[in-house]
């Protein structure tokens, strides 16, 4: 919408009645999305009842790209965009186009900001959730999106050639669930959030299958946190790959960064 025939100033107040933090940057793209006036009212009210406003807009900033986001499906945070960063150095050094895997990529957010970053990469997505994978789809129209769980979800032609394998698995303790905010706690999947009892169960698993498929020299890259960082480390290790952690302060942001041998 243009021009709203709903004030700006009372978007705004709605928001912040309803405790939205950054109530006028959120109106102001609420505004922006809207088609008709009505579609705008009903817009303000999702997203005062609590919806995140990415599944409200249908859409998330992440890496400079505009995501699709469908309803039920995991956010992207912009903290991983330091994994981004720094699987975008990584292929950069590949000296030819890498093949890439996104797994568990909820929306293919992370695949295709590292196919955005490169220009020309293959690109390959997986997730468990057919509402992730369809919209994985949406967001990777030049890559190739599988259903399934973590490596049963690939064709075996993808054995060994991995370059560049991005990962952000569920990492939140079982117990710490509860304490997320209600807008993920309530509207994303679970499975997108719980990593078991000490948060690493997914994370593991990744890892333990990560040398099966990443190329000689290939990289794993997984966000966890940073009190999780030691452990994941020590995982990459145990899986035959050299491995080290990095953070950001900036991004509150902390990933393992895993190389298998050349």
Do not use: K
């Not at 109106?27 to 088609?35: D, I």
């Not at 579609?39 to 890496?63: D, K, Q, S, Y």
């Not at 452990?231 to 393992?256: F, Q, Y």
Request: aromatic residues 4%; proline residues 7%.
């Amino acid at each position: 919408m243009h021009s709203s025939p709903i004030p700006m100033s009372a978007v705004v107040s709605r928001l912040r009645a309803a405790g939205c933090v950054f109530a006028e940057d959120e109106a102001e793209l609420l505004v922006s999305t809207a088609r008709t006036a009505a579609e705008l009212a009903e817009m303000v009210e999702r997203r005062a009842g609590g919806l995140p406003l990415e599944h409200v807009l249908g859409w998330a900033r992440f890496c400079g790209l505009r995501v699709a986001v469908e309803p039920g499906v995991f956010v992207p945070r912009p903290r991983t965009e330091f994994l981004i960063r720094q699987a975008v150095a990584l292929a950069r050094r590949i000296g030819r186009p890498p093949v890439v895997l996104d797994l568990c990529c909820g929306t293919g957010a992370m695949g295709a900001a590292v196919a955005a970053a490169l220009g020309e990469a293959e690109v390959h997505a997986a997730d468990l959730d057919p509402a992730a994978v369809r919209c994985a789809r949406r967001n990777l129209p030049g890559g190739h999106v599988h259903q399934g769980d973590l490596y049963d979800a690939l064709p075996a032609s993808l054995r060994g050639r991995v370059g560049i394998l991005i990962a952000s698995p569920p990492y939140v303790p079982t117990e710490s669930v509860g304490l997320l905010p209600p807008e993920a706690r309530l509207h994303e999947p679970l499975m997108a959030l719980d990593g078991g009892d000490d948060g690493l169960d997914v994370v593991r698993r990744v890892i333990a299958g990560a040398s099966g498929w990443l190329a000689p020299g290939g990289h794993l890259l997984v966000e966890t946190s940073e009190r999780q960082a030691a452990a994941t480390v020590e995982a990459a290790v145990a899986a035959g790959l050299s491995a080290r952690a990095t953070v950001s302060e900036e991004l509150d942001a902390t990933a393992v960064v895993g190389t298998r041998p050349a």
